[in-house]
């Protein structure tokens, strides 16, 4: 099993920026981003898949303000977060697997421990 360790995020005014860091222990075909808001699903937001050379993919609600990155000799993964309205309040998870990548995250068994992310209006 991968294993995903997590930092960044905190708190910040709407317009602000943030920068959460993934490692992972050993590189898996699909990498990505889920959060998820008080009381709602998880949502993916972003990912990178080595079948389609890893050209990152994101959801329409974070396309245009978020950039997923990689950092292949620390083997981490990076979601620079810009122009972060309220909506965007949740907690942030990194997941893994071999394969393709999912929109669904009942598809991931390894994750990151989570890291908060609050903005304020």
């Known amino acids: 099993r991968v294993q995903l360790t997590q930092s960044g995020g905190g708190s910040v005014q709407a317009g602000g920026s943030l920068r959460l860091s993934c490692m992972y222990s050993y590189r898996t075909d699909c990498i990505a981003w889920f959060r998820q808001a008080p009381e709602k699903g998880r949502e993916r937001v972003a990912r990178?898949?080595?079948?389609?050379?890893?050209?990152?993919v994101y959801a329409d609600s974070v396309k245009g303000r978020f950039t997923m990155s990689r950092d292949i000799p620390n083997n981490t993964v990076y979601l620079q977060m810009n122009n972060l309205n309220p909506e965007d309040t949740a907690m942030y998870y990194c997941a893994a697997r071999d394969g393709r990548c999912y929109t669904d995250d009942q598809m991931y068994y390894d994750w990151g421990q989570g890291t908060q992310v609050t903005v304020s209006s």
């Open positions: 990178l898949w080595s079948g389609d050379g890893s050209v990152p």
